[in-house]
């Protein structure tokens, strides 16, 4: 069987967002395993407006090719990782807009978490595991939270995320959940579709 497919979602497009950062050095560190295959998949590239479709993709089609686009490479994932900042409290607001733009394509699929920031996202990362739920995602306990001075020293260049040895634990244990989950969960997927063939 193939390697399940992690897309690792960079939930913030500002122009001075750190999140590209601990994107670029988690995908390296799943680079060297051989359970999972990960890539960048970045809001950037995806600029879709304010909600704005008569309904959900689940119930109408939506008109919108950018949500078209999203939409088609979130379904062709196995699971996610999101980047994630704390805007007062929550998510930002294109990751929540992100978010409401798929509907199925998210269903029964893992989501781990990595946070940064004073309080390394801590409530906006919870906040977003409730989203997932609802989203019929299967949010994992370990995350990756980048707090207080390692996220200074990241973001002001006094450190490289390999001498921060904590932050790649934290990570290992975190793929580590992800890969069995998102394999056991493309194999619960699956099962249906081979019950359809085989009838």
Same mark, same amino acid.
């Given at each position: 069987?193939?390697?399940?497919?992690?897309?690792?979602?960079?939930?913030?497009?500002?122009?001075?967002?750190?999140?590209?950062?601990?994107?670029?050095?988690?995908?390296?560190?799943?680079?060297?395993?051989?359970?999972?295959?990960?890539?960048?998949?970045?809001?950037?590239?995806?600029?879709?407006?304010?909600?704005?479709?008569?309904?959900?993709?689940?119930?109408?089609?939506?008109? $919108?090719? *950018?949500?078209?686009? /999203?939409?088609?490479?979130?379904? +062709?994932?196995? %699971? @996610?990782?999101?980047?994630? =900042?704390?805007?007062?409290?929550?998510?930002?607001?294109?990751?929540?807009?992100?978010? $409401?733009? *798929?509907?199925?394509? /998210?269903?029964?699929?893992?989501? +781990?978490?990595? %946070? @940064?920031?004073?309080?390394? =996202?801590?409530?906006?990362?919870?906040?977003?595991?409730?989203?997932?739920?609802?989203?019929?995602? *299967?949010?994992?306990?370990?995350?990756?939270?980048?707090?207080?001075?390692?996220?200074?020293?990241?973001?002001?260049?006094?450190?490289?995320?390999?001498?921060?040895?904590?932050?790649?634990?934290?990570?290992?244990?975190?793929?580590?959940?992800?890969?069995?989950?998102?394999?056991?969960?493309?194999?619960?997927?699956?099962?249906?579709?081979?019950?359809?063939?085989?009838?």
């Amino acid at each position: 069987m193939d390697r399940p497919r992690i897309g690792i979602i960079v939930g913030t497009t500002r122009e001075t967002r750190f999140g590209m950062a601990p994107a670029q050095w988690l995908e390296r560190v799943a680079s060297e395993r051989t359970d999972l295959s990960a890539e960048i998949v970045d809001l950037r590239d995806f600029p879709m407006p304010f909600f704005d479709e008569p309904a959900s993709n689940l119930h109408t089609p939506s008109r $919108d090719p *950018a949500a078209r686009r /999203w939409q088609a490479t979130i379904d +062709a994932l196995d %699971g @996610y990782v999101f980047v994630v =900042a704390e805007y007062n409290h929550s998510i930002s607001g294109v990751l929540k807009n992100a978010l $409401d733009y *798929a509907s199925h394509e /998210w269903h029964r699929k893992p989501a +781990a978490c990595l %946070g @940064y920031g004073s309080l390394g =996202a801590a409530r906006a990362v919870e906040h977003l595991r409730g989203i997932a739920v609802e989203l019929q995602m *299967a949010p994992l306990r370990h995350a990756v939270h980048i707090i207080g001075s390692d996220y200074r020293q990241l973001k002001r260049g006094e450190a490289t995320f390999d001498q921060l040895d904590h932050l790649r634990s934290s990570a290992d244990a975190m793929l580590d959940q992800l890969a069995w989950w998102a394999t056991a969960l493309r194999t619960a997927r699956e099962q249906p579709r081979e019950a359809e063939t085989a009838a």
